[in-house]
């Protein structure tokens, strides 16, 4: 796997310098596997979360958003089967006293093999894992000499399952009452969908098939939680569950599959680093399982997984809560439990791989005068601000002109004003953190009405009428 921890590093130190993500509580040296969105960070994040919702809800007349608590009755997870199904295989080094999840493992050692030699490594630890052949994993992790990388050894305990959610408790009566107030915080944001399907089912009229999304937190205790972004123990999803009639499933898995990677691809991506995997294993409540991996620079990684989970989830509900979850179709003139698909897309992932699309480091001088920029390309649409405006000299009445145009354009998108230093480093500023248009205000402006507009990507000038700016920016907005 072609990998290029130079540049994954760069992003990470670019987030943190550029006001985008940064450790949490960093005074206190931060904790692990947990981010807090700066300023740009923030932006980014809230648009491309508004553009699935987008994509979603508005652009589909079938499909409504809801947005339920984090925290469920606790039947909710012993019937979706989280209690009892929802761990890692994990490993202990008997040495280092370290702990890894055995997947992590192996792919890891896998990654400094030849090409051919990895993927027989994978197939076989995948077909370890399908058949929950652990004390076999084990074995084929001692035959590969697999080490561990604190201690050096091969000195293993038995492959073990971990469960992955936290527990809390609720009221005050925690202590003498144990056990009874647990609660979970929820480990993905689709049960608050499933619990729901009647409420919204009867008040919304909706007919099947029809869909429900939901954006929000969720969280697990990762064990092996690091490579930034991609892995924490608190994030967000924005999924969406599918709800159809049985025996349709295959139809609408490939479907929604098609319909995913078209939606990642007019996030900009190029097409070369996006594909589907296929599950080996599948989850305990889906029949068909796909993921859209991106090309991260720590190599191809999951990104959104669509899951055909069949009435596993529906049907669990109504035999823990005794209560009916059916749809009466008209059709067909039947009561059934739907079937349903899944697309479950981590939001913090899609930011990350937006990021990752977007970072370059470009040597932009000349042979005279050597000069480097990093550019972020976002899309207009994702990028945090679209547009900045720079009077050429903080007098002459240009600060004015331009802090008009900003007063102008900033009801429709979000502006930046900027009037220290010179003009190019303005731009390397705005170039750092994505700002696909810069614009200058000077003294042309006030004989005839015309600005210079600087394209982040091109690095072009050309001089358009003020009055323009704001529709040609809402015009890059709407790709
Ligand atoms: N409801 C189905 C579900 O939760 P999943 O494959 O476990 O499926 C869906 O998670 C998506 O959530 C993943 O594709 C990934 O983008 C994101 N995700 C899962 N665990 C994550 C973590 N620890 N940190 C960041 N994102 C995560």
Request: aromatic share 12%.
């Amino acid at each position: 796997m072609a990998t290029d921890q130079n540049k994954f590093q760069a992003i990470i130190s670019h987030c943190k310098e550029y006001g985008f993500i940064f450790p949490s509580s960093e005074i206190y040296d931060g904790l692990s596997a947990v981010y807090d969105y700066g300023q740009y960070g923030a932006e980014l994040k809230k648009n491309v979360r508004d553009y699935w919702w987008r994509s979603m809800t508005q652009m589909h007349d079938n499909i409504v958003g809801i947005d339920a608590a984090i925290f469920m009755h606790p039947t909710v997870w012993k019937a979706s089967g989280h209690v009892d199904n929802f761990s890692d295989p994990m490993i202990d080094n008997k040495d280092s006293k370290k702990r890894y999840r055995v997947d992590h493992l192996i792919e890891g050692y896998a990654d400094t093999l030849p090409e051919a030699e990895k993927d027989a490594v994978i197939a076989a630890m995948e077909n370890y894992l399908k058949e929950n052949d652990y004390a076999g994993l084990k074995a084929f992790i001692e035959e590969k000499k697999i080490a561990c990388a604190v201690s050096g050894t091969v000195n293993w305990t038995d492959i073990r399952q971990f469960n992955l959610m936290f527990s809390t408790e609720f009221g005050a009566v925690a202590a003498e009452n144990e056990g009874d107030n647990k609660v979970y915080l929820r480990p993905e944001t689709a049960q608050g969908i499933f619990v729901n399907f009647l409420n919204v089912q009867k008040t919304g009229r909706m007919k099947i098939p029809f869909g429900i999304a939901q954006v929000g937190k969720a969280f697990r205790n990762e064990i092996v939680a690091r490579q930034f972004v991609f892995r924490m123990r608190e994030f967000e999803q924005m999924e969406m569950q599918f709800f159809i009639r049985p025996g349709t499933q295959q139809e609408w898995y490939a479907y929604w599959k098609e319909e995913r990677m078209k939606w990642h691809k007019s996030l900009g991506l190029k097409p070369e680093h996006l594909q589907f995997h296929d599950h080996a294993k599948l989850a305990h409540y889906a029949d068909a399982a796909v993921d859209i991996e991106y090309n991260f620079p720590i190599g191809f990684k999951e990104v959104e997984g669509i899951h055909s989970r069949t009435d596993f989830d529906l049907s669990q509900h109504q035999k823990f809560s005794g209560k009916k979850l059916q749809y009466f179709d008209p059709e067909i003139n039947q009561n059934y439990v739907p079937y349903v698909i899944e697309t479950s897309i981590g939001l913090d992932r899609c930011c990350f791989m937006v990021l990752s699309e977007a970072y370059e480091e470009q040597e932009v001088g000349t042979a005279e005068k050597p000069d480097t920029r990093v550019v972020l390309k976002f899309p207009p649409k994702l990028a945090p601000i679209k547009l900045a405006v720079f009077p050429l000299t903080k007098k002459d009445g240009l600060p004015e002109i331009a802090k008009h145009l900003i007063a102008e354009c900033k009801k429709n998108f979000y502006c930046y004003y900027e009037e220290k230093d010179s003009i190019g480093k303005r731009y390397r500023r705005q170039d750092a953190i994505g700002t696909p248009f810069c614009v200058t205000v000077d003294h042309q402006t006030i004989e005839d009405g015309t600005v210079t507009v600087r394209h982040r990507d091109s690095m072009e000038q050309e001089r358009i009428p003020l009055t323009a700016v704001k529709e040609m920016v809402m015009k890059a907005m709407m790709d």
